[in-house]
């Protein structure tokens, strides 16, 4: 115990190992990840289990978790940018950088899930308005762009001043200024104003676009499980909690970690928990509504996620692991450390996942019309689907990609100062 | 094998020989005993067998067959039968045919293509899905008109009945407004069609679809564990008029499939190879505009039910019940 303490207060020592345990999770991924990105894009789709039946599988529900950690981030710093709260100022910057990461992470999952990865450009060029799809990647679109914008904004100032350096440091910074040298304290007042007009723009794109991602699976009728008006809401709802939990973490990781962000993590855990309990009503109110009504074509998905065969990924991983523990953790005294909010944070954030793996996949587990899939012998026509090795390894490949740019961007971004 | 059929009782079975004598009545001792006659006089019918073999290999070899079978007997030879001209409305497919031949000769708006399936015709010997994976090429887990069985009450009190479920042609497709790039739309003469160029294979309109009538082609083929992949499932796919070859992974594989009521068979006039083949002749297939057709007559049944209708898709393929 002794020891162990003695381990905790030798910070330099802890941050040493944390980061090695980081770099070297980042490199198991990404070493992963070249072999499900190998297997994508030498034979296809072939070794995928995603069918006819199950259309979607692991990338799309990676897809709308990285999308929603997107959007939740985004609308977490615009608090900072467009309401000016205070208390989350210093991870504004970490927050926006976080979106920007976690939509790329997206986009990756959705292309590799694509059937013609080469043909990702027709979405641009042919769009079809009435599909909520062409909406939403429209919308996606713009955002990146705005977050893209808004970064630079954010950092101009420092990477203006920082250039002058002449430290491999200073010449990325150079690059990154795009050969902007003012740095006066009116260009900065300026940058602010700049920001606030981005932020403030982003944040109805950043409910439409995710609102529309709900909608893509709320406006199908051929699927009962998803057809429902609340599901738009449900999804942003969800993207809050996410985006506001993976924050909570990673204030604790980067940016001086823990010991720094104590009040924000202490803050965003309390939102986190308000938003966490408000999306628990609003799932309560899905099922209830339901079960109360009966019908065998939209009970089914939910008998699926209740008892089907992997009911463990709503009791065990969405419900204790990523609900009940966390919750606990932040309603009792725990609350007050900032290591047990952001591992709150952590279990929060995982137990989204199995969230968005139990919209996607419940919701087609279920043959359309009785007797399909014994009139078809296939197993793409099948409603069990599991992940196949190389779709978990595409995945872990995406997470390593995030977490490279996470460690990247804390070598190399700018830190926030104590006073702006 | 080209032996006759013969009554054969269970103990007769297990050899040619006693199937061969089984007319003849010959006691078990008998049929099992060889005198010297019968030795000698098998010698030399199996002399004469292997002779007769070494000269006819000999001389086929030698002499090349003939390069087209000629001759009574082959199919080039077949005679007309009497009773099923191909003029006029003598027989239900040669009917469909005609009338097939005049809507393709309007233009394409003026005609709406129907089919109507008769379920108490269909056996559910699934001739019809197999016809229809041999005409398109269909790889494993690609099927465009499965037949569902339908299982009602409990044996010995049971009924079962066999929907054939191909692309319901909607005239309000929920498949057709998802597509985020236009690569899916209904042609003016109703069959719902996929741009297999265009196509980005996002899966969107077959969680959209209520019939599951569309299913994506993930690249595998049915010998592909086997020593080597068969020609016959490499040949291009003539879909829409055109050769698609999926080879390297070329559309349609990646692609969403579906039935389009064999539109390049269409264009030649012929009838949709699930209507050609349906050996119940349980499917009625023509063009809804014109009121004297078959398929048109058919749809004037009041016995007829369409598929989800409450979805509001308005499908174009009504069942008879």
Known sequence: MSL??????????????????????????????????????????????????????????????????????????????VFNYKKFERIGKLAVFTALVTLLMALLSIWADLGHMGRAWHVIVFPNFK???????????????????????????????????????????????????????ESKQRDKKVVKRLATAGIPIAILFHGGVGALFGVVSARPHWHSGLFPILFLLSALVSGGALLTLISSIFQQGWSKNKGVIIELGKMVLALLLLDVLFQVSEFLVAYRGGIPGHTAGFDLVLSGPYAWVFWGWQGLIGTVIPIL???????????????????????????????????LAVEEIHGLTSAIYSHRVDPHYFPSISEWALTMGIVGFGMLLFGLGEYFLPKHEEKT | MTKKKTKTTPTQRDGDMSAKDAGKN?????????????????????????????????????????????????????????????????DNLIRMQNELRRAMAKPMESRRWLMVIDTRKCVGCHACTVACMAENRLPPGVVYRPVITDQQGRYPRQITRFFPRPCMQCDNPSCVPVCPVRATWKRPDGVVIVDYDKCIGCRYCLTACPYGARTSDFGSYYTEHTPEIQPYEQQPTNEYNKSWSREDHGSPVGNARKCHFCLHRLEQGLLPQCVSTCIGRANYFGDANDATSLAAEMARSGNQVRLLEEKGTKPSVIYLV
């Open chain 2, 26 to 90: 010959i006691s078990p001792e008998e049929a099992y005993s060889f005198s010297p006659v019968d030795r000698k006089r098998a010698i030399s019918l199996i002399g004469a067998a292997i002779g007769l073999g070494a000269i006819s290999t000999i001389i086929s070899r030698i002499v090349p067959p003939p390069a087209v079978p000629e001759g009574d007997g082959t199919i080039r030879n077949l005679p007309q039968l009497k009773s099923g001209g191909t003029e006029g409305n003598s």
């Open chain 1, 4 to 81: 162990l303490q003695e381990y905790f207060n030798d910070r330099n020592k802890v941050v040493k190992n944390l980061k090695l345990i980081f770099w070297t999770a980042c490199a198991l991924s990404l070493l992963i990840g070249f072999y499900g990105w190998f297997v994508r894009i030498v034979d296809g789709h072939i070794k995928a289990n995603y069918g006819s039946i199950v259309t979607w599988g692991l990338w799309v529900a990676g897809y709308i978790y990285f999308i929603g950690l997107s959007a939740g981030s985004f609308l977490v710093s615009s608090l900072v940018y």
């Open chain 1, 131 to 185: 599909s909520p799809m062409a909406w939403m990647i429209y919308l996606y679109s713009l955002y990146m762009l705005l977050i893209a914008v808004e970064i630079y904004f954010l950092l101009r100032y420092d990477f203006a001043t920082g250039a002058n350096n002449s430290t491999f440091k200073g010449k990325i910074y150079k690059l990154l200024s795009l050969g902007s040298k003012d740095s006066t304290e």
């Open chain 1, 329 to 363: 953790l932040l309603i009792f005294p725990t609350r007050k450390s900032p290591l047990w909010v952001a591992l709150a944070g952590l279990l929060i954030a995982a137990g989204i996942f199995g969230l968005r793996l139990n919209i996607v996949i419940p919701g």
